[in-house]
T-cell receptor
Framework: QKEVEQNSGPLSVPEGAIASLNCTYS??????FFWYRQYSGKSPELIMS????GDKEDGRFTAQLNKASQYVSLLIRDSQPSDSATYLC?????????FGKGTRLSVIA | SAVISQKPSRDICQRGTSLTIQCQVD?????MFWYRQQPGQSLTLIAT?????????ESGFVIDKFPISRPNLTFSTLTVSNMSPEDSSIYLC???????????FGPGTRLTVT
């Protein structure tokens, strides 16, 4: 069974700090990795995709992938209260996306 | 990214009835999926909607309960049949755009069964 594991949180960080969200996956054949942000009562919004080892930066967001360790992370720099949401890690191999249960992030002003 | 709309956005239905949810995309997409998200839970894939053929259902979901149609590359429907309170959930349409690996979600349909 292909699994994606995330700490459920809540992860609380002060405004302006770096939030670090982590995800591990079981399928070594996975090729595509995604982070979604979901505000309460809303649908998931794709915020980052990463396909190769290393870092990918987009504004305040950095995704990091290490396929050897089967580990993907999301860093949010200069965290804002508006970043408070649940962050879902998703991994794709030959099957539809497999989602983690999500990490709830709370940014404290 | 594709723009996805769903109808209805929410509904309250009586036990034993059926509801059909529509998903419309503004461009042709390769893959369409239907998910369910129960309160406080992550996403559960119901099925892959296949254009012109029967949907591919995940374990625990059957066609008689969740019939799905996809008559073309931009439209799909999910019916929740013979509803019970356990079907109360948010139902989400999701698509993978052509020439992309990225998957996007519609705004969801919030269903309450009384």
């Amino acid at each position: 069974q292909k699994e994606v594991e995330q700490n459920s949180g809540p992860l609380s960080v002060p405004e302006g700090a770096i939030a670090s969200l982590n995800c591990t996956y079981s399928d070594r054949g996975s090729q595509s990795f995604f982070w979604y942000r979901q505000y309460s009562g809303k649908s998931p919004e794709l915020i980052m995709s990463i396909y190769s080892n290393g870092d990918k930066e987009d504004g305040r967001f950095t995704a990091q992938l290490n396929k050897a360790s089967q580990y993907v992370s999301l860093l949010i720099r200069d965290s804002q209260p508006s970043d408070s949401a649940t962050y879902l890690c998703a991994v794709k191999s030959a099957t539809p996306l497999v989602f983690g249960k999500g990490t709830r992030l709370s940014v404290i002003a | 990214s594709a723009v996805i709309s769903q109808k209805p956005s929410r509904d309250i239905c009586q036990r034993g009835t059926s509801l059909t949810i529509q998903c419309q995309v503004d461009s042709q997409v390769t893959m369409m999926f239907w998910y369910r998200q129960q309160p406080g839970q992550s996403l559960t894939l119901i099925a892959t909607a296949n254009q012109g053929s029967e949907a591919t259902y995940e374990s625990g979901f059957v066609i008689d309960k969740f019939p799905i149609s996809r008559p073309n590359l931009t439209f799909s429907t999910l019916t929740v049949s013979n509803m019970s309170p356990e079907d109360s959930s948010i139902y989400l349409c999701s698509v993978v755009a052509s020439n992309s690996y990225e998957q996007y979600f519609g705004p969801g349909t919030r269903l309450t069964v009384t």
